[in-house]
Structure formats: structure tokens, C-alpha cells
């Protein structure tokens, strides 16, 4: 019998468990439940319920129970900066914001009059977006004071729901990077910057690595479900994840972590923390072994699904890509970075008033909005590329696209086209079969990331897009 291994995979709109198990040296997948995330507005603020997250995971190591496939350990990946905060009593403090909610603003600059944006970078290597832990921990000390007070623990998204599963508090090394508050350097939380910025030392537990053990799940908690396993730390920032599931053997390759986000960029020993790399705006996230995601943060797919939604979703990617493909000489060109596609009331009518405002033909069609979408990611992606060259001073012939993304056929051609690179899509589950990995090498049945990433390769194999 195989032993099987379940990663919580909780993206920004849908969460899934998915049990991988190997057969014949190579690794199988099965999805046994999915449930919907999203954020909840509420008096003008954006927040996630944990309360339904927490729910739902549980609800979904019941259906193990159900199906008769008991997981050997499990692990959970989420989006990176978000956090729940707990008082002495373990019980959640204040709101648990959504990346997108719009408090942070002007947050920069209060963190700026401490530390200058160049500094900062020289000291973690991340680049600036708004909704960095960095800039919600400095809106929540200047606009709720008290709540910050009661605080005794921060924990990152998927730290908290291990918390829920095992009543223990860790923080783990690549979803705490993503936050800006991680030395690049020590790869620990920078406790001299925490006392500059006068948040409370306390909050912050050690960082632990992909494959640390967190512990079993509570006794009720293995009663309720009708079993108990370990849970563990894999590589919790989604991308992360994905990026352990890329199927190259190159230690010389680009990726593109395609979803609600694209990130694309490289995997580097060392990181980058000059005043160009700052300035073109590139990052050093935390990886496995230590490994740096050297890459960029695109605004990705989040796009697109808006104006599925807006439609009723009516269509399917699939059908929206084919409407995209029918307008590709459709001229029109948009920055998909620009503040104003976060989260606009209406994706579909933004994306418009930008044509019409840069003097462009405006989009009418379903076809022709998601090519001026579908076209501009593309052409963000050259120039992406370029400037990751420019900076490392390596040249990269291919691009591995993972993640959902990677089924966007026409999306494929244009990156081929426009970079002058060729295209590996694939695996389409990246970030689950990424969790799956730490797992099964922690597990002894993958010697290490070579021999998981080969096993990834020969398991889900890829799709060729030539320029």
C-alpha cells in the first residue's frame, strides 16, 4: 500500500486537499475536496474568514476519513504577508485583512521617515508593495493602537491553521520572507528593524524550515476527524511551492509561477540586494535550502478572472482564451502593474477607461478585454526577462510556466512569442505537487530536489511552445 501525503493548497478564491501517493516511481495525484475563499467586505475593509478557512480544512481530513485514504502527514500553503494575530490566551486579536484592502495606504512613507526605502531593501532584499506585512503592521499601529497592545503571537496565514490543527505556534522561513521583515542576510526575522519600526519583538516566533515538524493534531481535533497525523512545515508561501514543482534540472532556468499572480524569475544561491534590482523593483523571496526567488511580482491572471466573474462566469478559461485568440490583432495595451486593477469595483470597465484614457481603441468584446489583458501580461513578461538578464548578467533560452496559468494556451504563445524563448507548460498543480515534494523527501521516498523535480518532470511531463 503507498502511503499517502495531503497538501492544503488555499489560494486567493478556492482552496483544494489533494492526496499525492507514488505508483511505479511516479507521482499520482487525487483531489477529494475543494471549497471557495475570498475576501469579505465589510464597512469599507477587506478580510478573510478564518473561521470558514478553518472549517473547511477540517471538513476536508474528514472526507480522508471518508474515502479511507489516511495521509502519513499533511501540509498547507496560502498567499504570502497576510497574518492572524493571537492575545496571551491564544484567541484571535483584532481583524485578519486581506492583502487588498486599502489601509496601508500611505503607510510608506511612515515606515520611510525610519527607514528609507533603500535601506530597507539593502537589508531584506523585497521589493515594495503595498501590501507587505511591513506596511499593515505600521497602519495597524497608527490606526489601531490597541490592537497591536493585546497582541502576544503573530502568525502567518498558513502558520495560523497549523495552529488550529495542533495547538502549536511556528512560523515558517518562506511565507515570513515575503512580508519584508526577514533578513536577506541572517534569513531571521531582522529584530533590529522591528525595534526601529517600535513593533512589539514578542510577536514573532523563530522561523523554521520546510520540513520541520509541527506535531500531530490535537486530540479532539483527531477524534473529530476520525484520525491523527503529523502536520508539517512544507514551503507554505504558495509560490514557494510551485517553484520546488518546477520540472528543470538547469539551475539556470526562469519560471513563471502563473495564477492569480505571475511570478516570474530564478532561483539564485545568494541575494540580490543592489540599487538597480531595487529600482527595477525584483525581490529575493525565501525557498528551500535557502535557495532566493529572485523574481517579479505581476499582476497575473487576477485580471482576468474579474472579468470572468463580471460576466456571471459565464464562460471558461478555455473559452476565453479562444475569444482572446479570434481579437489578437486587437491593439490596445495596458500597465497590468498599475495600483488601479488591485481591486477596482469593476475589472471590465478599469480596464476600458485606461484604453480610453492612454488614447487607445476601446475594448467592447469579452475577446477583445482579455486580449488587451492576455497581450500586455505577455509583453510584461519580455521585459521582465530583460531586466532579470540585465541584473544577473546570465542569458535564459527557456521559460518553465507552472501553475493554472499553465493551461492558458494562447497566453503560452504570446510569452513564446513576445520573450523569443521557448515555453514549458507545465505542471498545471504546481503548488500542491511542490507541497507534496517537502513531504515525500522529508518521508524518504524522494532522495532531495533533483530527484523530486525529475520525478515531478517524468510524472506530469510538460507542453512545448516555441517562439
Known amino acids: 500500500m503507498s502511503e499517502y501525503y495531503l497538501a492544503i493548497d488555499i489560494g486567493a478564491s ?12 511516479r507521482m499520482e495525484l487525487e483531489e477529494i475536496y475543494r471549497f471557495e475563499n475570498g475576501m469579505v467586505k465589510k464597512d469599507g475593509h477587506l478580510f478573510w474568514d478564518v473561521n470558514h478557512l478553518s472549517e473547511e ?16 502527514t499533511l501540509g498547507i500553503d496560502t498567499w504570502g504577508v497576510d497574518y492572524v494575530l493571537l492575545d496571551e490566551n491564544d484567541r484571535v486579536v483584532g481583524n485578519t485583512y486581506g492583502y487588498r484592502d486599502i489601509r496601508t495606504k500611505g503607510m510608506d512613507e511612515e515606515v520611510y521617515k525610519i527607514i528609507p526605502l533603500d535601506k530597507l531593501y539593502e537589508r531584506n532584499g523585497i521589493a515594495k508593495q503595498m501590501f507587505n506585512t511591513i506596511y499593515q503592521l505600521m497602519a495597524l499601529k497608527k490606526q489601531e493602537p490597541e490592537v497591536l497592545e493585546k497582541a502576544d503571537t503573530l502568525l502567518q496565514m498558513p502558520d495560523y491553521f497549523n495552529f488550529v490543527l495542533t495547538g502549536k505556534k511556528q512560523s515558517e522561513y518562506t511565507n515570513a520572507t515575503t512580508g519584508q521583515l526577514v533578513s536577506a542576510k541572517d534569513k531571521t526575522w531582522d529584530k533590529e528593524l522591528i525595534k526601529m519600526l517600535g513593533l512589539p519583538e514578542k510577536i514573532f516566533k523563530d522561523l523554521q524550515m520546510p520540513g520541520t515538524l509541527v506535531g500531530p493534531l490535537k486530540d479532539e481535533l483527531a477524534k473529530e476527524v476520525g484520525f491523527n497525523c503529523e502536520v508539517m512545515q512544507i514551503a507554505s508561501h504558495d509560490t514557494a511551492s510551485a517553484v520546488i514543482a518546477v520540472p528543470s534540472q538547469s539551475d539556470n532556468n526562469l519560471y513563471i509561477s502563473s495564477g492569480t499572480w505571475s511570478l516570474l524569475g530564478t532561483e539564485i544561491t545568494e541575494p540580490i540586494c543592489t540599487k538597480e534590482s531595487m529600482e527595477l523593483n525584483y525581490t529575493n523571496e525565501g525557498g528551500i535550502d535557502y535557495r532566493f526567488r529572485f523574481l517579479k511580482n505581476i499582476m497575473g491572471l487576477w485580471m482576468v478572472q474579474s472579468v470572468r466573474h463580471e460576466t456571471g462566469d459565464a464562460y471558461s478559461f478555455a473559452v476565453i482564451c479562444e475569444e482572446a485568440e479570434k481579437e489578437k490583432d486587437f491593439p490596445s495595451r495596458v500597465d497590468v502593474n498599475d495600483d488601479r486593477f488591485m481591486a477596482p469595483d469593476n475589472m471590465t470597465e478599469e480596464i476600458k477607461k485606461a484604453c480610453k484614457e492612454s488614447g487607445q481603441p476601446v475594448p467592447e468584446t469579452l475577446g477583445q478585454v482579455a486580449t488587451v489583458v492576455y497581450q500586455s501580461l505577455a509583453e510584461c513578461y519580455a521585459k521582465a526577462i530583460e531586466g532579470i538578464e540585465k541584473i544577473t548578467g546570465k542569458k535564459y533560452t527557456s521559460i518553465n510556466i507552472v501553475g493554472g496559468g499553465s493551461n492558458a494556451a494562447y ?26 515534494a517537502v513531504q515525500m523527501m522529508k518521508a524518504g521516498e524522494l532522495a532531495g530536489l533533483k530527484e523530486a523535480r525529475q520525478c515531478i518532470f517524468d510524472s506530469f511531463g510538460v507542453k512545448e511552445y516555441r517562439p
Do not use: F, Q, W
Not at 478556492?14 to 516511481?25: A, P, T
Not at 504563445?413 to 514549458?424: H, I
Open 14 to 25: 478556492s482552496g483544494r486537499h489533494i492526496l499525492g501517493y507514488m505508483k511505479d516511481g
Open 57 to 72: 480544512i477540517i471538513n476536508g481530513l474528514k472526507k480522508c476519513k471518508e474515502i479511507g485514504k489516511i495521509p502519513k
Open 411 to 436: 497566453l503560452n504563445e504570446l510569452t513564446a512569442k513576445k520573450s523569443n524563448r521557448t515555453v514549458y507548460a507545465g505542471p498545471g498543480e504546481a503548488t500542491a505537487i511542490g507541497n507534496i
